[in-house]
């Protein structure tokens, strides 16, 4: 609790803080009427308490820092490798984390879980393959790394709003002729669509 509090606290604050506060007791007469004795050393044990909770805070800190660095690494791993036989057990080994903690911090970073990222990167490459045409959806469940097609269908169907079959058959048609850069624009799922809306919370 005291690093998150003190993250808060820039370091020159802390540190003008406590000389702000021996100032007070050894002070002119002035400063001691303000504040009172008692007042005076309370003040002065708050702002040493701040400064050496900013201290404390420094390797949370730096730990928080290296585990956003570990969060990014491991999400271009999943922009590469998503038609790989990836899991969040694998990707946790990968950036040394556990799969428990990587998974809270990866949903916190980007607003979705590492599983959900996966699926979703892979069925926007999916789309692209079903557009051409000249795969079955079988094959191209297969060929962006799902190992299941009910999971593959069900969850194509979640983020697309139809089922690949039929996404297949309408998206040559609504999309021939169209370059196929403006084509993957036009029919990207969107990609944080299980992310908890923040402004629902608040209302």
Request: proline share 5%; charged share 25%; net charge positive.
């Amino acid at each position: 609790m005291g690093g998150r509090i003190a993250q808060g606290l820039p370091l020159a604050a802390a540190g003008q803080a406590v000389v702000g506060g021996a100032g007070d007791r050894a002070g002119p007469q002035g400063a001691g009427e303000a504040r009172g004795p008692g007042r005076d050393t309370g003040s002065a044990s708050m702002a040493a308490r701040r400064t050496i909770m900013h201290v404390t805070s420094r390797p949370a800190l730096e730990q928080h820092l290296r585990d956003l660095a570990r969060l990014r690494r491991v999400r271009d791993r999943i922009d590469r490798e998503y038609a790989q036989p990836l899991d969040v057990e694998a990707l946790a080994r990968g950036a040394h984390m556990s799969a428990g903690h990587l998974s809270r911090e990866f949903k916190l970073a980007y607003g979705e879980s590492p599983y959900s990222y996966l699926m979703t990167r892979r069925i926007e490459r999916a789309m692209a393959l079903l557009r051409r045409g000249d795969l079955s959806v079988t094959e191209v469940c297969f060929a962006v790394g799902c190992a299941s097609l009910g999971t593959f269908s069900t969850r194509f169907t979640e983020l697309a709003g139809m089922s690949p079959s039929t996404y297949r058959s309408q998206a040559a048609r609504a999309t021939a002729g169209m370059p196929p850069c403006v084509a993957k624009q036009v029919t990207r799922p969107v990609r944080n669509r299980e992310a908890p809306v923040i402004g629902s919370q608040l209302a």
